[in-house]
């Protein structure tokens, strides 16, 4: 089997839209994963970005996130509406920030079963689906062209099951699937340089009881 590149997917489909700036609902784990992918695709697309995580089981880590993604937003903004020379930018430009519903209860019961299963395996799939399922409905409603997820910028999410997970939804769906790979081209590593730049939170663990689990048993 041919190992798909991503990122080149992504690169191609961007080099055929010729100046035309597609919708894009994108879906954001925290504030550091969100800081290249923002950044990056900003350049191509009008961004709805949405906050929806109902694997973090602590809810005032659920809030931490979700207010120092707002905040990173804000910063973006700014700087793009100095980049244009105004106090702020024309509606289109300005990424836009939505918040889904915290539904941890959701979360625990489509992974009863597999609480202790290695960080990784299909608990992980399971979670990553939610959140896709979650981001593709809501572009179909909202009427966003495309959807996306930053999951894949970690190097310890699975980028393939990330996209094949994707592509069923959009068919599914009926919404245009973005193919990602936000690790490469250095991604994971301008991420780190922004979040210090920006001093941004980075959290240590991906949100839910049963990963932090297995780290503190590692420890």
Known sequence: MIRRNYQKELEALINGLNGRRPTLLLHSCCAPCSSYCLRYLSGYFDITDMYYNPNITD???????????????????????????????PEELSIKYIEGEYEPGL????????????????????????????????????????????????????AVWINEIGERLSEEIGVKHLPSDFKKRDGFKISTELSARYGLYRQDYCGCVFSRRQENQLK
């Open 59 to 89: 809810r005032e880590e659920y809030d931490k996130r979700s207010l120092e993604l707002q905040r990173l937003i804000g910063i973006y903004n700014s700087e793009r509406a100095r980049e244009y020379g105004g106090a702020s930018l």
């Open 107 to 158: 979360f625990f019961s489509l992974v009863k079963g597999l609480e202790d299963v290695p960080e990784g395996g299909k608990r992980c799939y399971i979670c990553y689906e939610l959140r896709l399922r979650k981001a593709a409905l809501t572009a179909r409603e909202k009427g966003l062209e495309y959807f996306t997820t930053t999951l894949s910028i970690s190097p310890l999410k699975n």
